[in-house]
């Protein structure tokens, strides 16, 4: 991996300088575990003017994984995605390699809309990209929103 791609800790103040990048941001929530700091929620627009949206999750550490954590985290972004912006979808990309993710999506009712082929390569190794999505229609019949 190139250092550039490394992930480094930074001093308070250094994140300062670029945290309003994401502080106070309506895209861009934190997720807490009993009062600690356990990951990330956020979406972006591939293309806003088609009002084509993609979500993303972090969980920081490997013991908050195979919690089911994920899955209630997105399952409540969804609805919060639904209830607050004018979408008829949100979309979910990963890569074949994170099964854990795919699970995830499948569970919420996602459906695998596209699968590029050998575009990660991590490792030394080749993954397919993964793209998965639910359309308002879909996340309201299953009950849930």
């Known amino acids: 991996m190139p250092k550039s791609l ?15 990048n994401w502080v106070g941001k309506e895209s861009f929530w934190v997720i807490t575990v009993d009062e600690n700091i356990s990951g990330i929620v956020s979406y972006y627009f591939e293309d806003e003017q088609n009002k084509w ?62 699968r590029i082929r050998k575009v990660r390569y991590y490792q030394g190794e ?7 999505g639910i359309l308002r229609e879909e996340w309201e019949a299953l009950g849930i929103f």
Do not use: C
Not at 6 to 20: D, L
Not at 102 to 108: H, N, P, T, Y
Not at 126 to 131: L, W
């Open 6 to 20: 490394k992930h480094k800790s930074m001093s308070y103040e250094q994140f300062i300088a670029i945290g309003t």
């Open 126 to 132: 080749y993954y397919d990209s993964i793209r998965m």
């Open 53 to 114: 949206l993609e979500m993303g999750i972090v969980l920081h550490e490997a013991h908050n994984w195979n919690m089911g954590l994920g899955t209630r985290v997105l399952n409540l972004w969804i609805n919060h995605i639904f209830k607050n912006l004018p979408l008829v979808r949100v979309g979910l990309t990963t890569w074949s390699g994170n099964e854990r993710m795919i699970r995830v999506g499948e569970k919420l009712g996602m459906q695998m809309e596209a």
